[in-house]
């Protein structure tokens, strides 16, 4: 083969390459575009405000995100994360002691049933009994309301760093790309300047015998 033929070849290929890596790399910033636009509206209509800085309790203070994002809108994947976790997250623990909306539900049944059966007899400490029910009930409001919340906002977390992947990716294709076609352009050059009687591996002519001989 020649050598020149070897060289269009390897050159066609690599820019066909290099254009499944552009279109692959367009592709996936589309994707990341429309993460990344998908999160910031959803969380601009949510309309939280960290809490400013001055308005921070010492526990609060020791959140490092919630100082870092103090008195800004919640527009990123990022900021859903760290409000997720160090704000709502810290409340919930501090609201019943660590228990959780699940953890709620058994007391709360174990109330309901004691304040029947406090009716059901005249129990003088019927009334206690429902502040306690009612108090429990509160608080399991309070988990499902600030749980659901944490999950959503986790979850948009999730999908805004499925756009960051997405971004990284349509970098190294399009890096892929233009290295693709750098190669294939210096492979086009070499066909030009090699001869077009040049093989790619020409054969050696064998010894004359005779000479061997003497």
Known sequence: MKRRTLDLMFSLGGMAIAVL???????????????NDYVGSQLTEQNITFKALDALTPEER???????????????GKQAEVYAIQFIGLH??????G?????????QSQLRAQVAEAAKNNDPNLAALQQQ????TAQRETMFKGETLRGLLLTTYGFSE?????????????????VMLLLSVAGFVHAWVTPRTRAFAP????????????
Do not use: M
């Open 21 to 35: 890596l552009a279109i692959a790399g367009f592709v996936l910033q589309a994707n990341a575009n429309f993460a």
């Open 92 to 97: 919930l623990k501090n609201t019943a002691d």
């Open 62 to 76: 020791r959140q490092p995100g919630l100082v870092e994002y103090a008195g800004q809108k919640l527009t990123t």
């Open 203 to 214: 054969v050696e002519a064998a010894p004359d015998r005779e000479r061997i001989n003497a």
């Open 162 to 178: 499925f756009g960051v992947k997405a971004g990284q990716a349509a970098l190294v294709a399009f890096l892929s790309a233009l």
């Open 133 to 136: 029910l009612a108090d429990v």
């Open 99 to 107: 228990k959780t909306y699940a953890d709620l539900g058994v007391p």
